[in-house]
């Protein structure tokens, strides 16, 4: 079939038109409804609410006009087929305070979109399956730290992952059919975070600061989320958060296979030999030996200012290299393509807005076809 034949007119668009879209185009700008009305100049913030709130549906003529201010096809604004989950899903953040409810919307309105990348991907092929082992927390009956420590063990046992570091935490995710992006665009404040969308779980780590350590920290703290808090989505209390960090030091570290290399006291070239082995953070390491018990709490306690003294709370010794990168979307383009689907017809199917999709997949704007010799 010829793609000019698959393109949606646009009073068909009229008629599929999705509030939601409308919306998740709006936040992904960073608009409000009063901004975007007098980006489009003819309509009032009154009817974007309407259409949003699904009380009326926008003209053609409209739809047009909105499309070009929020830098969106129009077909964008047509429902997808298949099932919504729009409003039924939480981020967990991690640091609510510190993010604006723009930003905050903004990031979530991205971690939507790749959402929809990747369920328009798998029309084409085969992503891997999602397999996520679940293990509520019932923060009613506080459990204990010792149920952390087993939900962790859980998980790498499900998915088969061998004693020690795990090698690339980002990659494991991936494998197991959770999308991770990456923020290449500026919305600063938010770190990481996750939605757990039910068909595909999305972990957003935040603009790159360049420390493996710490972003892989991040990936396993948002995996605590998924894997502890679920679907139900409190957002970012200071329970959860502490239950998510003791997840991503156990998933990490697991007790067994760590306890006995960790140091009681404050032998700083074996922690830092251990960040080599380990991957994570002196910091991480000096914490762990705490919660297991290795180090007492004094020792801890001078450690702990240590680091801030040294300015190592900022920036450690011995840095690790390149923060581990998300694949699964890019590889899933590419792989696409070799079935004679190009990059530019996909998008253009799909409905998503290029610039973004670009973005999400960390795909230069620029990009220029390479000949291949
Ligand atoms: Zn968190």
Redo the contacts with the bound molecule.
Sequence with gaps: MKDSQLKLEPGDISALFDRARLRMARELRGLTQVQLAREVGSVTAGSISQFENGHTKPAASTLRRLAVALRVPPSFFAAPARPPAHEQVNG???SLRSTSPRDRQQALAYVHLARELALELEKYVVLPPLNLSRVPIDNENSLQLVDIEQAAAQVRHHWNVPRGPVQDVVRLLEGNGIVVVRFRVGIEKVDA?CVDFPDRPVVALGADKGLRDRSRFDVA??LG?LVLHGVAGAV?DKV??NQ?HEFAAAFLMPADDIRSELPDRLDWPTFLRLKAKWHVSIAALLVRAKTLGVMDEHTYAQGWKALSVRGWRKVEPGPLGNPEGPVLLGRAVELMETTGLSFTDFVSRSGLPEADVRVLLGRDISERPRVEI
Excluded: K, L, S
Aim: glycine share 10%; proline share 0%.
């Design positions: 967990f953040f991690r975070f703290h948002e989320h970012g959860t958060e998510a």
